[in-house]
């Protein structure tokens, strides 16, 4: 990324695919999917999130990245610019999602800081999962650590955005974001070889019509927004950092292949060591970090491993998380005027008092509830499962309506385009994405 008048430009268009693949990729995949895929039914889960994220997930990212190119401006200002003043408004409420986004996952980032420190240890590579998960509990619950942990990624992320983006982290990430997948393929074919580790991958694509909820359903378009960075303006304000000489279908295109791929093989990764070794699939947020170590275990080198991945997992939280940080950094220069600087550290300090209670919800705080959710799944659902659908909504109606002729013209710019991908595109912003977010958030919330 170059600076040129107070706004970026990307240096090319793979520093802007790697970004943008960087912001999708992320802890999403590796902690996320496998915990709400164990939680929700496994293939009532992930059959849904495919199938909405090719159907309506895809088309909303192009939507939302042009919309981003088409406003030079980032969600606090495009949709003003594209329709009227009056919807800012909705263009804040991303603003705020990706806000409150950051707010618990610069958490687990931190977990996993810790994680990989403790692989440099030595600590941790065991098989016993019962010892695993009284660790877990332990390290969770202890809130100086975590919140020790927590700050340090927060430090990082805002370091990045201070030093600048492309010369480190750009270049960061080319290596280890490639190693982070070759990573997960090792541990995939080591945890099938495992004895019942096949049940797990029954678990995850079986097609069971009694498991799917409406919950199920909810969740799983929620996580198919989530694991985009959909609706929460980090990829509408990287969409307009972008140059008009590049192909935006054919950039979303491999944004969201790479977001699904990575998904999938975290699944992969995890479920049938969950198994395999008799844990509860939805055990929760933990299962990650209850499971991986044990694989580790049983792996030669394994710590050589362990390191090695969760410095590749801790690179690909960073890049999201900088992409949602340097969105709400642009938001204050762009609305009050701010200097980069003055900007950075508005937001830290505010991430800073919110990311404390969502460290301690694991801890001090795990019994002060909210609608009975503690302070960091409140915010985790909320953004969601409310955020990200209402969100995904209005860049649906103003892509498909108010605004389409320029979407049009996005589309077809430095790329020719079929007539069926046209009628796709046309028909999934026009219809399916607005009716299918609708009936499955009312459904899923009121249900
Ligand atoms: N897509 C990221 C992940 O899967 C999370 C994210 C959400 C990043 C919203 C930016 C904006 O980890």
Not at 68 to 82: D, K, M, N, T, V
Not at 257 to 264: G, Q
Not at 283 to 307: D, I, K, N, S, W
Request: glycine share 12%.
């Amino acid at each position: 990324m170059q600076e040129n008048n107070g706004r970026s430009t990307w240096g090319s268009r793979l520093g802007f695919i790697l970004a943008s693949a960087g912001s999708a990729v992320g802890l999403g995949a590796i902690w996320k999917f496998p915990y709400m895929a164990g939680s929700n039914g496994g293939s009532a889960f992930i059959l849904p999130y495919i199938v909405l994220t090719v159907l309506i997930g895809f088309v909303l990212l192009f939507i939302e990245m042009s919309i981003g190119r088409e406003a030079r401006a980032g969600s606090g200002q495009a949709f003003g610019r594209l329709v009227n003043k009056r919807w800012n408004c909705v263009g804040l409420l991303s603003v705020l999602t990706g806000f409150l986004i950051l707010a618990f996952y610069q958490v687990i980032g931190g977990w996993c800081l810790n994680y990989m420190f403790d692989a440099c240890m030595g600590h941790g590579l065991i098989t016993d999962t019962s010892k695993l998960g009284e660790y877990f509990g332990q390290f969770v619950s202890n809130g100086a650590m975590s919140i020790t942990m927590q700050l340090s990624f927060l430090a990082l992320t805002a370091g990045v955005l201070i030093f600048g983006v492309q010369k480190g982290i750009e270049r960061v990430s080319k290596i280890l974001m490639p190693l982070l997948f070759v990573m997960m393929v090792v541990l995939i074919v080591r945890g099938l070889m495992l004895d019942g580790a096949w049940k797990g991958v029954e678990f995850m694509f079986k097609f069971d019509a009694s498991a799917f909820t409406s919950g199920s359903l909810l969740n799983a378009l929620g996580f198919s927004f989530f694991s985009l960075s959909l609706a929460s303006g980090a990829m509408m304000n990287y969409g307009s950092y972008l140059g008009d000489d590049v192909s935006m279908p054919r950039s979303v295109a491999w944004i969201s292949f790479l977001a699904v791929m990575a998904a999938l093989l975290g699944g992969l990764m995890i479920m049938p060591a969950v198994f395999a070794f008799g844990l509860d699939p939805s055990a929760g947020p933990g299962l990650t970090f209850v499971t991986m170590p044990a694989v580790f275990a049983q792996l030669p080198m394994g710590q050589l491993l362990a390191v090695i991945f969760y410095a590749c997992l801790v690179v690909a939280a960073l890049t999201s998380a900088i992409s949602i940080m340097e969105m709400s950094v642009q938001y204050l220069i762009d609305r009050f005027g701010m200097s980069r600087t003055g900007s950075i550290t508005w937001n830290t300090v505010l991430l800073v008092l919110l990311g404390i209670p969502c460290a301690l919800s694991f801890g001090s705080m795990s019994d002060v509830l909210f609608f009975g959710k503690t302070f960091f799944d409140i915010l985790d659902y909320m953004t969601s499962n409310i955020g990200m659908p209402i969100g995904g909504l209005a860049i649906a109606i103003v892509g498909g309506y108010l605004a389409w002729p320029a979407m049009r013209k996005q589309l077809h710019m430095n790329e020719t385009v079929p007539a069926w991908l046209e009628s796709f595109v046309k028909i999934s912003i026009k219809f399916i994405s607005p009716a299918v977010i609708v009936v499955i958030a009312l459904a899923g919330l009121l249900g």
